[in-house]
């Protein structure tokens, strides 16, 4: 079956601490995987994607085959990423399958 | 810029109403879905459209229905409403050469009483 799990509901740090929001996955053939963000009174957007390999907001995700997780990292937490993240799996055409979501709290 | 509209941000009903979410994109894209956003569940796919007049159920269609009479268009309905459908519900365009990134709506939060 094909799902997307984020272990944690909320993960709350202070400013300037790193990161690690967590995302495993179950799938039959080679997946693509998303962080999308929700910022408050804002609406969802795609954050990154594991095929550009590349770093927004100071975030980065790598995609683990072996381990079958694709955790978002960031060196050094700001206030301002304070939001919603949820990890989500292109499970075919069309579809995309997203977990239940993180609440990442950064505090000053 | 890329812009995905929905007629209502707040919405009140009463058990057994019938429903009508509308959902409007500006981008010519082809795909357009539903999805319903609960809290430890995320986001949950309801219906989508790969075309004008075209719906694939998604993963929790029971009590819904949707309609694309125009490609920039695509309603939700639900024909009576119950108290377990309160939820936010936020609508996605995605071009159909474009599989990973789908623009959101702002989402409408419904109450059913």
């Known amino acids: 079956a094909q799902r997307v799990t984020q272990p944690e509901k909320l993960l709350s740090v202070f400013k300037g601490a790193p990161v690690e929001l967590k995302c495993n996955y179950s799938y039959s053939g080679s997946p693509e995987l998303f962080w999308y963000v929700q910022y408050s009174r804002q609406r969802l957007q795609l954050l990154l994607r594991?095929?550009s390999r590349e770093s927004i907001k100071g975030f980065t995700a790598d995609l683990n085959k072996g381990e079958t997780s694709f955790h978002l990292k960031k060196p050094f937490a700001q206030e301002e990423d304070s939001a919603m993240y949820y990890c989500?799996?292109?499970?075919?055409?069309?579809?995309?399958?997203f977990g239940a979501g993180t609440r990442l709290a950064v505090h000053p | 810029d890329v812009k995905v509209t929905q007629s209502s941000r707040y919405l009140v009903k009463r058990t057994g109403e019938k429903v009508f979410l509308e959902c409007v994109q500006d981008?010519?894209?082809?795909?357009m879905f539903w999805y319903r956003q609960d809290p430890g569940l995320g986001l949950r796919l309801i219906y989508f459209?790969?075309?004008?007049?075209?719906?694939e159920k998604g993963d929790i269609p029971e009590g819904y229905s949707v309609s694309r009479e125009k490609k920039e268009r695509f309603s939700l309905i639900l024909e009576s409403a119950s108290t377990n459908q309160t939820s936010m519900y936020l609508c996605a365009s995605r071009a159909r050469d474009r599989t990973y990134e789908q623009y959101f709506g702002p989402g409408t939060r419904l109450t059913v009483t």
């Open positions: 989500a799996l292109s499970g075919g055409y069309n579809k995309l399958i």
């Open positions: 594991h095929i």
């Open positions: 981008m010519d894209h082809e795909n």
């Open positions: 459209s790969y075309d004008v007049k075209m719906k």
